[in-house]
């Protein structure tokens, strides 16, 4: 039997407090709730998952490169505040041969006027913003259809 297409999906600062975290802006689903539906999605669709979160910026960095050495069939990220501060995390999305997915929960373009730069975005394959927890799963199905 073949060995599934393996998409990592990665999670960065604060999304580990997802459910209690300003539930208004981001839902009350947790991390573990997203985590547990999207295994669910992968069964169905014939894929396998590698997620992870960290609050380090360097560890999201080094598991993007971890993602193309293995092989990956994607990325989907959600950088959180990264996504409009690193430069480095936007350098590695660029370095990688891997296609990377960003998701958010929220739509940046329509908070704060510092949230409305996504360095991230300007290197990835594709965004999917604002569609709260079902954007993982579109980002699944996405990530898949590659």
Not at 37 to 49: D, F, K, Q, T
Not at 79 to 105: C, N, Q, R, W
């Amino acid at each position: 039997m073949a060995t599934p297409p393996l998409i990592f999906v990665l999670n960065g600062p604060n999304l580990n407090l997802l459910g209690t975290r300003e539930p208004h802006i981001y839902g009350t689903d947790t991390l573990d709730d997203i985590a547990a539906r999207l295994m669910s999605e992968a069964e169905l669709i014939g894929v396998s998952l590698d997620i992870r979160q960290s609050n380090h910026e360097g560890h999201l960095i080094d598991w993007l490169h971890e993602a193309a050495a293995v092989g990956a069939k994607a990325v989907i990220i959600n950088p959180g505040g990264y996504s409009h501060t690193s430069v480095a995390l936007h350098d590695a999305v660029k370095a990688v041969p891997t296609p990377v997915i960003e998701v958010h929960l929220s739509d940046p373009e329509t908070r704060e006027a510092f949230r409305h730069i996504d360095l991230v975005a300007l290197a990835a394959t594709m965004v999917i913003k604002g569609e709260g927890a079902r954007g993982y799963s579109l980002a699944l199905d996405a990530a898949a259809r590659l």
